[in-house]
T-cell receptor, first 118, second 118 residues
Framework: AQSVAQPEDQVNVAEGNPLTVKCTYSVSGNPYLFWYVQYPNRGLQFLLKYITGDNLVKGSYGFEAEFNKSQTSFHLKKPSALVSDSALYFCAVRDMGYRGSTLGRLYFGRGTQLTVWP | DTGVSQNPRHKITKRGQNVTFRCDPISEHNRLYWYRQTLGQGPEFLTYFQNEAQLEKSRLLSDRFSAERPKGSFSTLEIQRTEQGDSAMYLC????????????????FGPGTRLTVL
């Protein structure tokens, strides 16, 4: 079964500092990994994904994520945090379904609340 | 705004009442997903449609829950005899079919319907 763990409920960083939001995963096959962000009273917004290829994936709003197969991790990073980055971040893995078909359901972590202090 | 829309945005009901939520996916997205998100948790998969066919239902979807997508466009999620444990944010997402029939890896989420059962 697929699963995702986000070990930190909260991450606090000062504006201008680099940020990392951690995610580890467990899958039975090749992982399809995603990061979503959720602002208050808003739906989930897609940030980036890893399907195959380069281990460093670049996404929206200056975010990037590093896929590490040996550590089964997919940490979200940003070189310089902004106050406006404060939000709830979710890591997710996609279910590849049974052979010949993909169901596409996402398995989400519990989320990490990122707070960026001015 | 051509994103996924959900109505109502908020619903307060008394225990034992029936409620129905609507989701309008992005036009021509053939896959539609329902998720439930409770406080402090990530979204959990409920059910999934490909066009009008409901292809999978989670064990979370008890017999009090029913979802439809009669014409392959909008979808409704009904909860009968609501219980306090049904209080949650109900999220809808849609996903397009790509050229060659492949499934997109990205799901586009709506703003959600927040249900409060008193």
């Amino acid at each position: 079964a697929q699963s995702v763990a986000q070990p930190e409920d909260q991450v606090n960083v000062a504006e201008g500092n680099p940020l990392t939001v951690k995610c580890t995963y467990s899958v039975s096959g090749n992982p399809y990994l995603f990061w979503y962000v959720q602002y208050p009273n808003r739906g989930l917004q897609f940030l980036l994904k890893y399907i195959t290829g380069d281990n460093l994936v670049k996404g929206s709003y200056g975010f990037e994520a590093e896929f590490n197969k040996s550590q089964t991790s997919f940490h979200l990073k940003k070189p310089s945090a902004l106050v406006s980055d404060s939000a709830l971040y979710f890591c997710a893995v996609r279910d590849m379904g049974y052979r010949g078909s993909t169901l596409g359901r996402l398995y989400f972590g519990r989320g990490t609340q990122l707070t960026v202090w001015p | 705004d051509t994103g996924v829309s959900q109505n109502p945005r908020h619903k307060i009901t008394k225990r034992g009442q029936n409620v129905t939520f609507r989701c309008d996916p992005i036009s021509e997205h053939n896959r539609l997903y329902w998720y439930r998100q409770t406080l402090g948790q990530g979204p959990e998969f409920l059910t999934y449609f490909q066009n009008e066919a409901q292809l999978e239902k989670s064990r979370l979807l008890s017999d009090r829950f029913s979802a439809e997508r009669p014409k392959g466009s909008f979808s409704t999620l009904e909860i009968q005899r609501t219980e306090q444990g049904d209080s949650a944010m109900y999220l809808c997402a849609s996903s397009p079919r790509l050229a060659g029939g492949r499934m997109s890896n990205e799901q586009f989420f709506g703003p959600g319907t927040r249900l409060t059962v008193l």
